[in-house]
Each structure stands twice: as C-alpha cells, then as structure tokens.
C-alpha cells in the first residue's frame, strides 16, 4: 500500500536539459496536482488534473508540461529546464468525495 | 482571488508552552480552510479542516483551529507544546470543498520547540 510515490527524490540537470518527474498513486483517486514549494512563497500550484486526460494549467505552469493517459501516473515534464525551476516539486490527489489532498515525498530538484 | 497571510514565518516556544499559528485569508466566496503540517523531508499531511458547520475545528495531534469570519481568521492553536511538533506549517485556503478544488497556500510557518 504505497499511497503516492514519486521518482526521482534528488535530481541534478543542466539549464537547457528536459526533465520528466513521475508521480503515481495506487488510490484510484481522480484529482492530482502538481506543486513547487520555494523559500517564502509556500507552495505554488503548478498544474492539476480532473481525470485522465483532463489538465488544467496553475498559478505558475510557464515552462511545464503535464500529461494524463492514465489515472495513477501524472508526469510533470520541464521541457527546458532554468534555473528558477530549482525547488521542491510535490505531487498529491485526491477523491471528489473527500475534503483532503494527500502529498508525496517530494522531488528536490537543482538545475546548473 | 483569493489569498492567505500568515503571520510570523519562525515562531519558538518552550516545551509544555501554548502554540499559537496564526491565519488570516481573503476569499470572495465563504471560504474552506485547512492546515497542513510538513516534517522535514517528507509531503504535506492535513492537521484539520473546516468547511462547514462548528467553527472550531479539532484535528490530529491535539491541535484545532477556529474559524472567525468576522475577522477572516484560521489560527491554529495547540494547548501544551511538544517537541515532535516541531515542523513547517502552512495554511491553505479554497473556495470548494472538493478534493479537486485548488488550494491556495500561505508562505508557511517553522514552528521549533524548546526543551
């Protein structure tokens, strides 16, 4: 019973390289986000998604892509990776019946 | 839009002290609260909620939150201080009760815990 995994944890790329960041939930759940979390800002929504193939873009989506062919899997891709898109990238979902997001561990992920 | 402040980002108490976070958000609609907790190196896990109904809201590990309307007010409080309860905390606020609502976070707050 893993709940939401997400892969890698650590990630080290250089500026101009894309970068794919898995997410996967083992709970059916039809809700799943995508957040960045920075020093002084919070956590910052970055894309979210209804249901497999249903994404919808967030506060800050410039620079990322999202895709949804299947419900447990929500990749979050940087398709030119800077170096302001260094931070703490988690992954959560939820049920439409349930008040409550459930998080990841998180990806920490630096770029040069 | 809507918005959440929280005041304070370090805040240190004593072992065995109140802790008082406090919250205060800005919604255009009446507004769905939540409190999250972040140990280090882990993902956010929900302390408590508030959607409708009794405003002061009760959650896990001994700590609750009121909502204040008046004062547009979410402080989490917890009486007596432990030292596992030292974590990031942040406030969230969303205009739909749904899980698929989007949550808009405040900039968080280190809670350390004093022996």
């Known amino acids: 019973d893993a709940g939401i995994t997400q892969s890698p944890r650590y990630k080290i790329t250089e500026t101009g390289r894309q970068v794919t960041l898995m997410c996967h939930q083992t709970w059916s759940h039809s809700y799943m986000f995508w957040y960045r979390q920075d020093l002084g800002h919070g956590l910052r929504l970055i894309y979210y998604s209804a249901a497999a193939d249903i994404t919808d873009k967030g506060e800050v989506s410039d620079g990322y892509v999202v895709s949804r062919s299947k419900t447990e899997n929500f990749p979050l891709t940087l398709e030119s990776a800077t170096r302001s898109q260094t931070s703490v990238y988690f992954c959560a979902s939820g049920l439409v019946s349930r008040n409550e997001q459930f998080f990841g561990p998180g990806t920490r992920l630096t770029v040069l | 839009a809507q918005s959440v402040t929280q005041l304070g980002s370090h805040v240190s108490v004593s072992e065995g002290a109140l802790v008082l976070l406090r919250c205060n958000y800005s919604s255009s609609v009446p507004p769905y609260l939540f409190w999250y907790v972040q140990y280090p190196n882990q993902g956010l896990q929900l302390l408590l909620k508030?959607?409708?109904?009794?405003?002061l809201v009760k959650g896990i590990n001994g700590f609750e939150a009121e909502f204040k309307k008046s004062e547009t007010s979410f402080h989490l409080t917890k009486p007596s201080a432990h030292m596992s309860d030292a974590a990031e905390y942040f406030c969230?606020?969303?205009?739909?009760?749904?899980?698929?609502?989007?949550?808009?976070f405040g900039e968080g707050t280190q809670l350390t815990v004093n022996p």
């Open positions: 508030y959607t409708t109904g009794a405003t």
């Open positions: 969230a606020v969303s205009d739909d009760a749904t899980s698929g609502s989007r949550l808009t």
